[in-house]
Nanobody, 123 residues
Framework: QVQLKESGGGLVQSGGSLRLSCEASGRTDNIHAMGWFRRAPGKEREFVAALPRNGDSTYYGNSVKGRFTISRDTAEYSVSLEMDRLKPDDTAIYYC????????????????WGQGTQVTVSS
């Protein structure tokens, strides 16, 4: 089993920045992909960003490309999401996800999910 814990959410004004962190624990040796997703009120879950275990490539959803940056933290099984130039449309619950199968990276089929952290962007 893998446990994921997100942190760093909060309230920010439009144009501001926030940094989310996700720390994995448990059977982390099986993790080969980690990603961020979000769900806004009344909307479907949306892919935000992902990277493989070695962190040598990153992938982003179209709505955040150029504004958000996913990266591996010093701890091998922790990832961060730096969110810049935030917009009210970025308001959502943000979820960290992990999986042992790297091909899962671009899907919603991740095995492990965190509880989520709320990000609210005021206009």
């Amino acid at each position: 089993q893998v446990q994921l814990k997100e942190s760093g959410g909060g309230l920010v004004q439009s144009g501001g920045s926030l940094r989310l962190s996700c720390e994995a624990s448990g059977r982390t040796d099986n993790i080969h992909a980690m990603g961020w997703f979000r769900r806004a009120p009344g909307k479907e879950r949306e892919f935000v960003a992902a990277l493989p275990r070695n962190g040598d490539s990153t992938y982003y959803g179209n709505s955040v490309k150029g504004r958000f940056t996913i990266s591996r933290d010093t701890a091998e099984y922790s990832v961060s999401l730096e969110m810049d130039r935030l917009k009210p449309d970025d308001t959502a619950i943000y979820y960290c996800a992990a999986d042992s199968d790297i091909s899962t990276m671009f899907s919603f089929s991740y095995t492990y999910w965190g509880q989520g952290t709320q990000v609210t962007v005021s206009s």
